[in-house]
């Protein structure tokens, strides 16, 4: 599959609700962010992927005004973070799932972040019944799983209802039964207009769940685009102890086909989604077909193709690599922390 480079500055859509322009940050001498450009587009769950290292994390800390930018721009709604009238109304966001205060029960810690903001105690009880956890709500978050702590952060975000949603790994923690709730609770938050953004390293559940993908590696942008985009031109497979009968079958009725070895033995590539007309073909040539199915380029292969080559080994796990993770640094003076679950709240819920 050949892989096209993306523009170096594609058209900002006037829709999009997060638009990052050649962001970059730099630790030192370490690039840890290097002149990304993306978009994120309202009604759409959109994936920010990327291998550990890669700059996700210091990527979405500079759009929540945790850090501050070397160079670039990183706008919600057209402003940065600390410029939003209504933050905890405007953007809500998770990225970690472990800064709650241990002694302090799950449902102390949202009355605690909604009163600081004017929201009543029964949009917290709607929320810990929305994410599932009503039962564990008077327990103590020290003794949450890792599951529990990751619905009560996603509760955290939506406290102020905010029509953009960034989130760094949700499904970590999280059982089989967890991660497809939420996968149907982001749907049904981009069916209502939302614009999320998701940082995750499972693959296959990205794939199932995001509208659109970003893929960066050493702080820079490999590809965005479309799910569709992603998969490339459809093609369908098809196997058969005749392969050059077929081939020759295919291609007098205008279809582009050619063998396709790395399927294995008599497997055929043809340019088409229509396997009632690929059968229909066969079937008049008379040549046995033993398989017949659409061949998609799955995002695992794409990922891992775009971002083991040479050129984007990850230099990020060299010596010198970024500060450890922790409290937020190179903070602007003034900035908002995230409205969130952070471990104290005398600062109106924000870290």
């Known amino acids: 599959m050949t892989v096209s480079a993306p523009a170096e500055h594609p058209p900002r859509s006037r829709d999009a609700a997060i638009v990052v322009r050649d962001l970059t940050k730099?630790?030192?001498?370490?690039v840890a962010v290097d002149s990304l450009s993306f978009e994120v587009a309202p009604g759409r769950i959109t994936g920010f992927l990327g291998p550990n290292g890669a700059g996700k994390t210091t990527t979405l800390r500079m759009l929540l005004g945790l850090i501050r930018p070397t160079a670039g721009t990183g706008l919600i709604d057209g402003v940065t973070y600390a410029q939003l009238d209504r933050p905890l109304q405007t953007v809500g966001a998770a990225l970690e799932a472990t800064n709650f205060h241990p002694g302090r029960s799950g449902r102390d810690h949202l009355r605690?972040?909604?009163?600081?903001?004017?929201?009543?105690?029964?949009?917290?009880?709607?929320?810990?019944?929305?994410?599932?956890i009503p039962a564990a709500?008077?327990?103590?978050?020290?003794?949450?799983?890792?599951?529990?702590?990751?619905?009560?952060?996603?509760?955290?975000?939506?406290?102020?209802?905010?029509h953009v949603l960034i989130l760094d790994e949700p499904a970590n923690g999280l059982d089989p039964e967890?991660?497809?709730w939420l996968r149907g609770f982001l749907r049904h938050l981009a069916s209502q207009g939302k614009t999320i953004l998701i940082s995750s390293h499972l693959l296959s559940e990205v794939?199932?769940?995001?509208?659109?993908?970003?893929?960066?590696?050493?702080?820079?942008?490999?590809?965005?685009?479309?799910m569709e985009e992603l998969h490339g031109?459809?093609?369908?497979?098809?196997?058969?102890?005749?392969?050059?009968?077929?081939?020759?079958?295919?291609?007098?009725?205008?279809?582009?086909?050619?063998?396709?070895?790395a399927q294995g033995p008599g497997a055929v590539r043809v340019t088409t989604d229509d396997l009632v007309r690929v059968g229909d073909i066969a079937l008049a040539a008379g040549v046995p077909v033993h398989e017949l199915r659409i061949l998609r380029t799955d995002l695992e292969r794409l990922?891992?193709?775009?971002?083991?080559?040479?050129?984007?080994?990850?230099?990020?796990?060299?010596?010198?690599?970024?500060?450890?993770?922790?409290?937020?640094?190179?903070?602007?003076?003034g900035a908002p922390g995230i409205p969130g679950p952070g471990p104290d709240t005398t600062r109106g819920g924000q870290r």
């Open 112 to 132: 605690v972040l909604a009163a600081t903001h004017g929201i009543p105690d029964s949009r917290v009880d709607e929320l810990l019944t929305l994410v599932g």
């Open 303 to 333: 990922y891992f193709q775009l971002t083991e080559s040479p050129e984007r080994q990850n230099r990020n796990r060299s010596e010198a690599g970024p500060p450890p993770s922790g409290p937020p640094v190179d903070q602007p003076p």
């Open 233 to 261: 031109e459809s093609t369908a497979l098809v196997r058969t102890s005749n392969a050059r009968g077929l081939i020759e079958a295919l291609q007098g009725a205008g279809l582009e086909a050619g063998d396709e070895a």
């Open 207 to 226: 794939e199932q769940t995001v509208d659109d993908v970003v893929i960066i590696a050493n702080g820079e942008l490999v590809r965005q685009g479309t």
């Open 26 to 30: 730099k630790f030192g001498d370490f």
């Open 178 to 180: 967890g991660i497809r």
């Open 137 to 162: 709500a008077r327990k103590r978050a020290g003794g949450y799983s890792m599951g529990m702590r990751q619905r009560l952060g996603l509760a955290a975000a939506l406290l102020g209802d905010p």
